[in-house]
């Protein structure tokens, strides 16, 4: 088997999100990928995470594969492009993002969608045309000491910031956030979400420790994500299924990009389990979270510039 199985999974979704985007240059919201906003209109604000679109686009747009027929199509690029530039004038003025009601300056949703559009600048070899700082300075003032996953994001979201702008500060600001996430990891190597452990959102975590391992070969980093992968593992099957009985958020799905860099045994294990079909995929998520587990599906394949 190879990773070629998660590509085709993650390529097959990006119809389906290319379908959220306003296309329209004309447009005020040229960019805008929560569709409830700028289209039907039943909502007066975007919610940021729907942004994450450019980190697919920019992903299916790099992605040398046969059967990727978005593979260096200019029209790609233009569209990731506008989606990190829609949600670049959609902040607020200190920085963050509304998710779930306007004006709720949510620590998730900035750290989130910062993440994906400096990734799809570092991807696509661009610099932001506004100033992203104002964003990262939000981050550094807050935490959400609750939820492991979207520190570890916020983590990453600052070390791309340093890629991008070139400035070194960004990275000093990781660190500490790094610093704070590696703290966060009980002695039985789970990263706690909501007070109790998660395989689903510890996945998630495990993905952005390999992405920032992979931008700093960090030894600690490495170190903690082969303690979250003793935790994780003992509760997966042969093909990657697990119950989520007992756990904090009861999620069901798992991300795969972190096996990838540290156990490429279980990621094994999951991609036996997609091609029975018996573990959750891109295509049975929502509008909203099939973005987020579709770029991460596009990694795990990704080979161009990525061992």
Request: proline share 3%; hydrophobic share 40%.
């Given at each position: 088997?190879?990773?070629?199985?998660?590509?085709?999974?993650?390529?097959?979704?990006?119809?389906?999100?290319?379908?959220?985007?306003?296309?329209?240059?004309?447009?005020?919201?040229?960019?805008?990928?929560?569709?409830?906003?700028?289209?039907?209109?039943?909502?007066?604000?975007?919610?940021?995470?729907?942004?994450?679109?450019?980190?697919?686009?920019?992903?299916?747009?790099?992605?040398?594969?046969?059967?990727?027929?978005?593979?260096?199509?200019?029209?790609?690029?233009?569209?990731?492009?506008?989606?990190?530039?829609?949600?670049?004038?959609?902040?607020?003025?200190?920085?963050?993002?509304?998710?779930?009601?306007?004006?709720?300056?949510?620590?998730?949703?900035?750290?989130?969608?910062?993440?994906?559009?400096?990734?799809?600048?570092?991807?696509?070899?661009?610099?932001?045309?506004?100033?992203?700082?104002?964003?990262?300075?939000?981050?550094?003032?807050?935490?959400?000491?609750?939820?492991?996953?979207?520190?570890?994001?916020?983590?990453?979201?600052?070390?791309?910031?340093?890629?991008?702008?070139?400035?070194?500060?960004?990275?000093?600001?990781?660190?500490?956030?790094?610093?704070?996430?590696?703290?966060?990891?009980?002695?039985?190597?789970?990263?706690?979400?909501y007070g109790g452990f998660d395989l689903?959102?510890?996945?998630?975590?495990?993905?952005?420790?390999?992405?920032?391992?992979?931008?700093?070969?960090?030894?600690?980093?490495?170190?903690?994500?082969?303690?979250?992968?003793?935790?994780?593992?003992?509760?997966?099957?042969?093909?990657?299924?697990?119950?989520?009985?007992?756990?904090?958020?009861?999620?069901?799905?798992?991300?795969?990009?972190?096996?990838?860099?540290?156990?490429?045994?279980?990621?094994?294990?999951?991609?036996?389990?997609?091609?029975?079909?018996?573990?959750?995929?891109?295509?049975?998520?929502?509008?909203?979270?099939?973005?987020?587990?579709?770029?991460?599906?596009?990694?795990?394949?990704?080979?161009?510039?990525?061992?």
């Amino acid at each position: 088997m190879s990773r070629t199985i998660f590509a085709q999974c993650g390529v097959s979704q990006v119809p389906r999100i290319l379908g959220f985007i306003d296309q329209d240059s004309a447009s005020s919201t040229y960019g805008c990928a929560d569709r409830a906003y700028w289209h039907y209109k039943t909502i007066d604000f975007s919610n940021a995470r729907f942004q994450e679109a450019a980190l697919v686009l920019a992903l299916a747009y790099l992605l040398p594969m046969e059967s990727n027929r978005f593979y260096r199509k200019d029209l790609i690029k233009d569209w990731a492009m506008a989606a990190i530039n829609f949600w670049a004038k959609s902040r607020h003025a200190d920085g963050s993002t509304d998710e779930s009601y306007p004006s709720e300056r949510h620590f998730c949703s900035t750290a989130f969608s910062l993440y994906s559009v400096t990734e799809a600048l570092v991807l696509l070899g661009e610099k932001p045309r506004q100033d992203f700082g104002v964003s990262g300075t939000f981050l550094i003032r807050n935490d959400n000491s609750d939820v492991a996953n979207q520190e570890a994001c916020a983590a990453l979201a600052l070390y791309n910031l340093s890629l991008v702008s070139g400035e070194e500060t960004w990275k000093a600001a990781a660190d500490v956030k790094i610093g704070k996430l590696l703290r966060m990891q009980t002695k039985d190597g789970s990263f706690l979400e909501y007070g109790g452990f998660d395989l689903g959102y510890d996945t998630i975590t495990l993905s952005f420790l390999a992405g920032l391992y992979q931008k700093t070969s960090r030894a600690d980093i490495k170190a903690a994500a082969e303690r979250l992968i003793a935790k994780i593992q003992p509760f997966m099957d042969e093909d990657g299924y697990f119950s989520n009985e007992g756990m904090s958020r009861r999620t069901q799905f798992v991300y795969p990009y972190g096996f990838r860099i540290f156990a490429p045994a279980v990621l094994q294990r999951l991609e036996g389990g997609l091609q029975k079909d018996v573990i959750l995929n891109p295509s049975w998520m929502d509008d909203r979270y099939c973005m987020p587990l579709t770029a991460n599906y596009l990694m795990t394949g990704f080979t161009e510039g990525r061992s």
